[in-house]
């Protein structure tokens, strides 16, 4: 195992750690949406990268969900309606 022969310096110490320091990250905003992103990122609010639609988001998930319900919904009270006219019949 290796030991030190002397002391180190404070400065030679403390000079090692100089180069260590972070960087702020750069933000820009979305094309579509001006949200804040990361550059060269896709936007996950709206899921667009250069205007192009690359993912569905959680919100255009909800809305197509939405929609399959609503006209599940109609068509099951459109079933009950028909079986309700031929059962009065």
Known sequence: MGVP??????S????RSANKHLDVKTVT???????PISPHQ???ECGYYKG???ISTKTDRMYKRGESRKSKDASVSKNVSQESSESTK
Do not use: E, G, Y
Request: hydrophobic fraction near 25%.
């Open 52 to 54: 192009v639609k690359k």
């Open 5 to 10: 022969k002397r002391k180190v310096s404070k």
């Open 42 to 44: 896709l936007c996950f």
């Open 29 to 35: 905003a979305c094309q579509t949406c001006q949200a």
């Open 12 to 15: 030679r110490r403390d000079s």
